[in-house]
């Protein structure tokens, strides 16, 4: 989705939570409602975890690259780590000066939005949470009388782990106000196919 940086600022993160799920391929259909309400689910899950801080991820590689993918920083299960892409975390930092938001991101907290929402990547892959999520979405892949089996919802971690290091950081907006004003204001050809990864 292509937004300008400056519209982003006037939404607020539920809203802009529904218009990231909008924009996925597999969401392409829905109704605007029902992806507004997987938002909020997802952002007060998020807001819910920041109860229980999750460790800081133990291992944390620096790179660049990160302005070509259009990322902050990615987790990856295969080896196990939280990959930080340096060049775009000075870039958002530099976002943040340029359009007044250091309210909201105060000096250095890209650096640690972005470790906090990966570690919430790992602690979903490795922990019963997943699970908690998908119910807490309420959205049934199948039913059967009484019982229902809870459904994937694509984008809906993304969502959580922004809420989770907005709490956690006290930010004043969710990270993804960063990663999508990135996004406006860098234009890249798409990368070479990488190995799967949770990415921001």
């Not at 709490?167 to 907006?173: F, Q």
């Amino acid at each position: 989705m292509t937004v300008m940086t400056e519209d982003l600022s006037r939404v607020d993160d539920i809203e802009y939570g529904a218009r990231f799920l909008a924009s996925l391929p597999l969401h392409a259909h829905r109704d605007p409602a029902v992806l507004r309400g997987w938002a909020e689910a997802a952002d007060r899950f998020g807001t819910e975890l920041a109860r229980t801080p999750s460790p800081a991820p133990a291992h944390v590689v620096e790179s660049t690259g990160g302005l070509e993918r259009g990322l902050l920083a990615r987790y990856t299960s295969r080896p196990q780590a939280v990959e930080l892409y340096t060049d775009a975390i000075a870039a958002a930092e530099r976002l943040v000066a340029r359009h007044g938001w250091r309210a909201w991101f105060p000096t250095g907290s890209v650096r640690a939005a972005a470790l906090a929402h990966e570690a919430v990547h790992e602690r979903l892959h490795h922990g019963s949470e997943r699970a908690a999520l998908k119910r807490a979405l309420g959205h049934t892949a199948l039913r059967l009388g009484r019982f229902s089996v809870p459904a994937h919802v694509a984008g809906a971690e993304e969502l959580a782990a922004h809420a989770y290091a907005r709490t956690v950081c006290g930010l004043g907006r969710s990270p993804l106000l960063l990663s999508a004003a990135l996004a406006a204001s860098y234009t890249a050809p798409a990368p070479d196919p990488a190995a799967p990864a949770r990415e921001k």
